[in-house]
């Protein structure tokens, strides 16, 4: 009975100075229930509260950070896994997969009324990685010579435009003066993430006199809707490309 009272006392003042359950228990090996019972009339002043508090939030931040570094080491695994199921690609696969990467992301021709307008070849993203892919089927797949390409790029006018500038001429391997700046002066969406370091604006690629090839590539993409796409309703909706 002795032990138990000194036990009990023992636990007390732990939780006077503002420990936790499960620190007591390291300290006083008794049944939770059995602290429980003794420490339900124990007060705590607000400093030894704030205390538990933060010890609550730092346990919650560290299972946070546990998962998030499982869930990093998952993605990991299976992206590496889904690179290795990609093995070389022929010209023929590249060429399918610009043109519709062109179709998701390049001008087409605009109908208006009973005549079309012609549009030139021109090709605007963001990612330097599927910028880089679209030059490579430019020259490689449709044999574009470097200099019918012009190279546009569009910023807000609030960004440091030199310094990317710079940086896409780096990823293009070009001089920068080869590269026209346009400004956006519209009001930046503030819920947007990529407007500090991550922000570098719009590329636009254009090739020079490529009106008919604008068509040819739009002939393509319907041949891809043709042979893969045979509902009626699907290819009536692509009737006008």
Not at 70 to 76: A, F, N
Not at 84 to 96: D, M, V
Not at 160 to 179: E, N
Request: with cysteine; glycine share 4%.
């Amino acid at each position: 009975m002795t032990t138990k009272i000194i036990e009990k006392e023992k636990a007390i003042k732990f939780r006077k100075k503002g420990l936790s359950y499960s620190e007591i228990l390291k300290k006083v090996p008794v049944a939770k229930s059995t602290l429980s019972l003794w420490l339900r009339s124990v007060g705590l002043a607000k400093k030894q509260k704030q205390r538990l508090t933060e010890k609550r939030m730092a346990a919650l931040r560290r299972g946070e950070e546990a998962c998030r570094q499982k869930r990093l080491k998952i993605t990991e695994l299976i992206k590496n896994k889904a690179i290795k199921e990609i093995k070389n690609l022929t010209k023929r696969e590249l060429w399918y997969m610009g043109t519709a990467l062109y179709w998701a992301e390049g001008a087409k021709e605009k109908v208006e009324k009973d005549y079309r307008r012609s549009a030139e070849v021109s090709f605007s993203n963001s990612d330097p990685a599927m910028i880089l892919f679209y030059l490579k089927w430019l020259k490689e797949i449709l044999l574009i010579p470097r200099h019918d390409l012009t190279y546009d790029f569009y910023i807000h006018e609030t960004a440091d435009f030199k310094k990317v500038r710079r940086y896409w001429a780096k990823i293009l391997s070009i001089p920068d003066r080869k590269i026209r700046t346009y400004f956006k002066r519209h009001k930046i969406n503030t819920k947007r993430r990529n407007i500090r370091g991550d922000y570098h604006g719009l590329m636009r690629i254009r090739v020079k006199k490529s009106t008919n090839l604008n068509r040819k590539i739009t002939g393509w993409i319907k041949g891809i809707v043709q042979k893969t796409l045979r509902c009626g309703v699907v290819q009536r909706s692509h009737a006008r490309l």
